[in-house]
């Protein structure tokens, strides 16, 4: 089985797949109008983990 051709993402459908993945429906991150690359994506999406991790966790305990 081939593996489909990863197609670059525009800053929209990043932040729509940010939110359907981390499950953040009224996600309004700012980040750079540019095209993402799906290694670029995992990227964001790692660093927002690790945010949510460190900051927004901490708060609620």
């Known amino acids: 089985m081939m ?3 990863a197609k670059n993402m525009n800053q929209q459908e990043v932040l729509d797949r940010l939110r359907e993945d ?3 429906p009224f996600f309004q991150g700012k980040i750079e109008d540019k095209e993402y690359t799906e290694a670029d994506y995992q990227q ?10 460190n900051y927004v966790r901490n708060v609620e305990n």
């Open 22 to 24: 981390l499950q953040i």
């Open 44 to 53: 964001l999406k790692k660093n927002l983990e690790d945010y949510f991790d």
């Open 3 to 5: 593996k489909k051709e």
